[in-house]
Each structure stands twice: as structure tokens, then as C-alpha cells.
């Protein structure tokens, strides 16, 4: 289930943008209003629900398996430490959960980007993601796949 | 400087009645500008279709003086001083650039409709509400727009870069900053400069109202509205379908420390 926007709600203040972890919460250009540009992208971390301090971003399943009617609220009151869930199923049963904010502070599970340097180019173009292999707590080199080997042909 | 009227001085070249037709123009622009933008975005009806949606789902009916109570606390706290936004900067420079705006304008009209023309007193303190207006725009303005703008703090981008969104604030800023060049250099004597301003004034002017379709500018009718119908659905139990306030005592742990969206 992806996320979506009220953009009623939203104030742009870019918090989501911030926190999603997939890269895909950014700002429309033309609104100044947060906005999910790649849904199936989304990891369903729900991170960018509950930074929201306008409680503006809402979950929706794919109409496949979730046809329109159901929805899934969150309310967090960082005052209080708790978000409160409300599933409301198709059928009209409502669900409601609270649960303690168990956010960590930016720098201690979650890198400062912002502080840390720019990767080069070599890093950019290698097979490594951001931090591998020592975020893997792996010593030693990781298996990788020489481009030159690669099958010949169209990849999907 | 500041305690001069600028439009006095204009109202020797043009007449005051074209300056006043000027300025009922672009209230017309406004007007014009909002409706078809509610009748193409369809936000007034996306509007009315939640608070049915509401009303439907209220657990309780909630009595007029309640209404107006709410309705009423929300102007003062939430729209009055765009609460929205949570403690902050962002909140400062708004609330700044909100009422040096609503100054600017206001000093405007009545210097434009009751000072301007000849024969008509002088006033000292419109000319200075209007000039602590604009300076109180730029300053808010400007604030915003090089630092605060969530493209460039969250996302990163250069302040330099221009989107569809800046339309309303740039023209506005372009407004207030084009004014004040203009009153000044009017006040130096330097009349080529002067009229460069001014027309610079006016097209700035023209920009900010007559691109109320394309622009951001109804947010200042929108919003206001999006807050009522906020507290109102929190009332009457209805809260947009979000659940309930958790019944938690308030221990101000772990969970209020929330950085500035700026970890790119």
C-alpha cells in the first residue's frame, strides 16, 4: 500500500521529503505541496506518515487487492510519544491502535547525509550501495558481477 | 521618505481617478482569477464534497455558538498566526510576510482612494504603514524564498532555481521591492530612475494579479477555510477519519525532538 498526499493538509513543509527512505517524496513544482512521484516505488515504511506533523499523508492500497473504501489514518502526537493507527476496512469495522514513537534521532541509526561527503564518481558508478560493505557488517570485499560478463541481449 | 506618499507625486502626470481605476482593476483580477481557478481545479467543490463527508461521519452535532467559537478561535490562533506552520522560522518569516502584505495593500488603497488626490489632506502615518509594509514583505519575503523554501532546504536545490510555485511570491516580492525603489528614488529626485520603478511597479502588479489562475495567491482564500473545516471535523468527532486522540498523558520524551528537514 502506498502513500498519497491531501494536499489540503499538506503545508510543504518537507519533512517527508526528508525522511523517505526510497527518494521518492519530493515537492511539485507547481503547488509547493509534497507528493509521492513513484508509488510503486514506495516501501511501505510509512516513515513519510508519521513525520508528517499535519497528519496529511494517507495510505492506499492498490485497487487489485483493496478496492476503494477502506483507509488507514495515522495521528502522531510527539508531545504525548504515541502514534494512534485507524485501520477502517471495506466493510465498515474500524481498528484502532496506539503505539510508542520509537524514532531514533537523525545520526544515530539514521546517517546525517547532509555532513557526510560526497561520494566520487568511482562511487557512484560501482555496485556498492551507500555505506557497503561496513553498514553489512561485513569484512572483506563483497561478490560482485564484472558489467563485461553480462548476458548479451535485452534485459527487462 | 517614509512618510511620503508616493501616489501624490504620480497623481501630477496621471489623474487620481485613473490610479483608483488601476487599482479596482486588479481587485476585479483577483475576483476573476479565483472563480475560474475554483471552477477548473474544482477546489470548492472537493471542499464541499469533505464536509459532507463530515457531517456524515460526525459522532455529535455541534450547536452554532460551539461553531462559531471554534470558527472564531481559529482565526485568532491558526489563521492569525499561521499556527500551521509549528514553531519555527518558517513561521516567523509567514507571519511577517503576511502582514507586511496586508499592510502594503491596505496603505495602498487608502492612500490611493482618500490621500492622492488634489485637495485631499495629507497623512503621514498611511505613507509609513505602507513603506514598514513592503520593508516588512522583503524582509519575510526574501527570508522565505532564499532560505526557508522547502526546495531548497529539503530537496536541496539552488536557491536560483525559479518553479511555477514562486510565481505568486516572486511577483509579490517584486511588488514591494519595486515600490520601495520607486518612493525612493522619487524622494532623490532622480526621475528616470523613478519612472524605471514605476513601471516596473506596475507590471510586477499586473504579474501578481493577473496571474491569480496560474499562482499560489488563493491559498490566502483556501487555507483559512481548510483550517475551520479542520477544527470543526476535530470537534464534532468526524476528525478527516483520523483515529482519536491517544489516551496518553504528555511525557515529552524521545518523540518531540524533530530536526529541520535538511539531512540531504
Known sequence: ?156 | MMSINPFSALAEIISSSAIQIFVLAMLGLIVIGTIVQMIHHKNVTYFFNNAKKAKLAAERELGIGEKSGIILKTIVHDIATTAELGAGKRRVAHVMGMYGTILFWVASIVLVFFYTAQGTPISIVWPMIWHIGAIMTCVGGYWFWLFLRVDVLAEAHPWYRIIKADLFVLALLACATTGLAWSYFQYSGLPVLSYLFLVLFITSNIVLFGGVYWSKFAHMIYKPGAAIQKNLAEADGSRDNLPPLADAPKQFGLGIKREQPKHY
Not at chain 1, 516513515?47 to 508528517?52: G, R, T
Not at chain 1, 537523525?106 to 561496513?134: C, D, H, M, V
Open chain 1, 1 to 156: 500500500m502506498s502513500t498519497f498526499v491531501y494536499m489540503t493538509r499538506c503545508d510543504g513543509c518537507g519533512h517527508c521529503v526528508d525522511i523517505c527512505p526510497s527518494d521518492i517524496m519530493h515537492i511539485d513544482e507547481n503547488i509547493r505541496r509534497a507528493v509521492n512521484i513513484e508509488p510503486n516505488f514506495c516501501w511501505e515504511c510509512y516513515s513519510c506518515v508519521k513525520a508528517c506533523p499535519n497528519h496529511a499523508i494517507d495510505v492506499r492500497g492498490y485497487a487489485d487487492f483493496a478496492p476503494m473504501g477502506h483507509s488507514v489514518r495515522v495521528r502522531r502526537e510527539e508531545e504525548k510519544g504515541t502514534i494512534s493507527w485507524k485501520i477502517k476496512f471495506r466493510n465498515g469495522t474500524e481498528k484502532n491502535f496506539v503505539s510508542p514513537i520509537t524514532t531514533k534521532p537523525w545520526g544515530k541509526f539514521i546517517p546525517k547525509l547532509a555532513e557526510g561527503e560526497k561520494p566520487n564518481e568511482g562511487e557512484i558508478n560501482s555496485q556498492r550501495l551507500y555505506t557497503e560493505p561496513q553498514g553489512l557488517n561485513i569484512d572483506g570485499e563483497l561478490p560482485s558481477v564484472p558489467k563485461d560478463s553480462f548476458k548479451k541481449g535485452v534485459y527487462y
